[in-house]
């Protein structure tokens, strides 16, 4: 076959082809990739293997064995050379903080990064909630809204109304239970805790006083609603924070099971201007 032979062929198939004299291919020498060497495996010249990251070509057909004797037998040749190790010294070196500088805060500067880089969480000071959960992440972004600023406002309980408590905000539901009445303790010395209802009721059993209430919140307001007893004729003696309309006190309707609504009202946390009105029925 020559080479004006050639032009009129679509397809040859041949394992040698020799053109103008010169041989252009060998079939018996190229290379047939096999991956890595197996023992107990047939090879043929011109086969390549890897072994422990370089390459081999087959220079004798041979059933393997063991490859350092094979190698040793000339049954195989090097190919291609598996790479040096680098030295260590890439910028990329963990070794080195992935920046090749003496220390970590450094690389950080160098990458762009901030201390938030290796921390476990974000502190809220550079944006995040310094928190592992989302309660306490809520209550870590939990500010209180101000009057030039948003903020996160949590709804008061009911006692927390009573107190007024700062940076809760009240719903009609707290509102409403913070006006429901409570009972007083019928004593000698009767207690009134403003923190538990700032209205109460009360049926007297015999002569009383009305001890100084606590936990008084200077603009508080509410009733007492005074009963009395089967027997009636009993009598109510004021504290000294109670303050009445000349400091003449109050009298109560002396009828059995009759009753009487004192209203309050706190000027301060020591003054609590008192009135009644007499004989509800």
């Known amino acids: ?40 495996t047939a090879y043929v010249i011109n086969d390549l293997i ?34 040096s190790a680098g030295a260590g010294t890439g910028d990329m070196l963990a070794a080195n903080n992935l920046s090749d500088v003496a220390n970590a805060a450094t690389s950080r500067s160098n990458l762009g990064l901030g201390t938030l880089a290796i921390e476990n969480t974000a502190p809220i000071s550079q944006g995040g909630t310094g928190s592992t959960s989302a309660s306490t992440a809520f209550t870590a972004l939990k500010q209180p809204a101000t009057t030039s600023a948003t903020g996160v406002v949590e709804k008061n309980t009911t006692s927390e109304f009573r107190a007024w408590t700062v940076d809760k905000y009240p719903d009609g ?16 010395n009767i207690a009134f805790d403003m923190d538990s209802g700032w209205n109460a009721k009360v049926t007297l059993a015999g002569n009383r006083t009305l001890d100084n209430p606590t936990n008084v919140n200077e603009g508080a307001m509410g009733f007492i609603e005074v009963i009395q007893d089967g027997t009636g004729s009993r009598t109510l003696t004021l504290g000294a924070n109670y303050k009445t309309a000349g400091g003449a006190g109050l009298t109560l309707t002396t009828t059995a099971a009759a009753k009487d609504v004192l209203f309050w009202a706190a000027i301060s946390a ?12």
């Open 270 to 281: 020591t003054e609590i201007v008192i009135s009644n009105i007499l004989g509800i029925s």
């Open 173 to 188: 539901a707290s509102i409403i239970a913070a006006a429901a009445k409570q009972t007083l303790t019928d004593q000698t």
């Open 1 to 40: 076959m020559n080479s004006n032979d050639l032009l009129n062929v679509a397809t040859a198939q041949v394992d040698e082809l020799t053109v103008g004299g010169v041989k252009v291919t060998d079939a018996t020498f190229v290379p047939d990739w096999k991956s890595s060497w197996l023992t107990s």
């Open 50 to 83: 890897s072994e422990a990251g370089s390459t081999y070509i087959c220079l004798v057909a041979h059933t393997s064995g063991t490859f350092s004797t094979d190698l040793t037998t000339l049954k195989w040749e090097l190919f291609a050379q598996k790479g």
